[in-house]
């Protein structure tokens, strides 16, 4: 017997207890059996969780077309005890996000996002401050806002609520704040930017932020959520920072992240399209 059929089958024995109601997003569903689902779902106060849905898959009233990724639900469920999975009673649809659902790029970014918050999370982890930037990130995204720019937003924020914020506001050797008299290479192994007086020709693990890359960056670390999306990055900027922000994700989990590569393709055919 799998461990997964351990666990629900420990859950169907207990029975729901302690129901409690969470605002959450769904990051990960998979069948289980011939009825029930498996569900990993982010929410604000007790971080990433994974529960059963009994009868999810024929139930119409409880869960039908609600337990997709990326859904944003209000959920009544158990807490997991003893490595057992959380119990799923019901969910009621709060916002399904459509229309990020309809375009190719958005759904891609979307599940960078998903990607990296599971890389990120353990069972009943994750900051307080992620769940209102995963429900702004796919808001935005499906609100019809540039995917680019709310991916760099999202994941220089995302880097700081897990606790692993790039330092980019001073030189790590010199402490010299940033100014227009250098240049910038980040080092992704330390987490930080050297200016281009104290970097010694290292060329490995770096990438380049110039001036105005870095200034927008540190403006996203330092605003309110809710003013976030009013930072503007030139195309430049965008080439950069998601060139930075790849590489120090590889850098801190230690593993490619997957669908970056398919946002990648997506994004080139994308731009050769409108060359054309
Ligand atoms: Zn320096």
Same mark, same amino acid.
């Given at each position: /017997?799998?461990?997964?059929?351990?666990?629900?089958?420990?859950? *169907?024995?207990?029975?729901?207890?302690?129901?409690?109601? *969470?605002?959450?997003?769904?990051?990960?569903?998979?069948?289980?059996?011939?009825?029930?689902?498996?569900?990993?779902?982010?929410?604000?106060?007790?971080?990433?969780?994974?529960?059963?849905?009994?009868?999810?898959?024929?139930?119409?009233?409880?869960?039908?077309?609600?337990? $997709?990724?990326?859904? +944003?639900?209000?959920?009544?469920?158990?807490?997991?005890? =003893?490595? #057992?999975? &959380?119990?799923?009673?019901? &969910?009621?649809?709060?916002?399904?996000?459509?229309?990020?659902?309809?375009?190719?790029?958005?759904?891609?970014?979307? =599940?960078?996002?998903?990607?990296?918050?599971?890389?990120?999370?353990?069972? /009943?982890?994750?900051?307080?401050?992620?769940? !209102?930037?995963?429900? @702004?990130?796919?808001? +935005?995204?499906?609100?019809?806002? !540039? %995917?680019?720019?709310?991916?760099?937003?999202?994941?220089?924020?995302?880097?700081?609520?897990?606790?692993?914020?790039? #330092?980019?506001?001073?030189?790590?050797?010199?402490?010299?704040?940033?100014?227009?008299? $250098?240049?910038?290479?980040?080092?992704?192994?330390?987490?930080?930017?050297?200016?281009?007086?104290?970097?010694?020709?290292?060329?490995?693990?770096?990438? !380049?932020? *110039?001036?105005?890359?870095?200034?927008?960056?540190?403006?996203?670390?330092?605003? %309110?959520?809710?003013?976030?999306?009013?930072?503007?990055?030139? !195309?430049?900027?965008?080439?950069?920072?998601? *060139?930075?922000?790849?590489?120090?994700?590889?850098?801190?989990?230690?593993?490619?992240?997957?669908? @970056? +590569?398919?946002?990648?393709?997506?994004?080139?055919?994308?731009?050769? =399209?409108?060359?054309?």
């Amino acid at each position: /017997m799998s461990d997964i059929h351990q666990l629900s089958k420990a859950v *169907s024995d207990r029975g729901p207890k302690q129901q409690l109601e *969470s605002a959450a997003i769904i990051l990960d569903c998979r069948e289980h059996g011939e009825s029930d689902l498996i569900v990993t779902f982010f929410c604000r106060h007790h971080g990433r969780l994974t529960g059963i849905a009994k009868g999810a898959k024929r139930s119409k009233k409880r869960f039908v077309n609600k337990l $997709e990724i990326f859904t +944003s639900l209000l959920i009544r469920h158990t807490l997991p005890k =003893n490595s #057992q999975l &959380a119990f799923i009673a019901e &969910a009621e649809l709060l916002e399904s996000f459509l229309a990020l659902r309809q375009d190719i790029l958005c759904y891609s970014t979307a =599940n960078v996002i998903r990607e990296f918050t599971l890389l990120a999370t353990q069972e /009943m982890e994750g900051d307080k401050e992620l769940y !209102p930037l995963l429900l @702004w990130a796919f808001t +935005s995204l499906d609100s019809g806002r !540039p %995917p680019q720019a709310i991916l760099i937003l999202f994941l220089i924020r995302f880097f700081t609520a897990i606790g692993y914020s790039p #330092q980019l506001h001073r030189c790590l050797d010199c402490n010299q704040e940033i100014h227009e008299a $250098e240049t910038y290479t980040f080092h992704a192994a330390a987490g930080t930017i050297r200016c281009s007086s104290c970097n010694k020709g290292e060329k490995s693990n770096t990438t !380049p932020l *110039s001036l105005g890359t870095l200034k927008s960056l540190t403006a996203a670390q330092d605003q %309110p959520l809710h003013r976030l999306q009013r930072l503007q990055l030139s !195309p430049h900027s965008q080439q950069e920072a998601l *060139s930075f922000l790849h590489h120090y994700g590889r850098q801190l989990f230690q593993r490619e992240i997957v669908s @970056w +590569s398919f946002l990648k393709t997506i994004s080139s055919a994308g731009s050769k =399209n409108r060359q054309q």
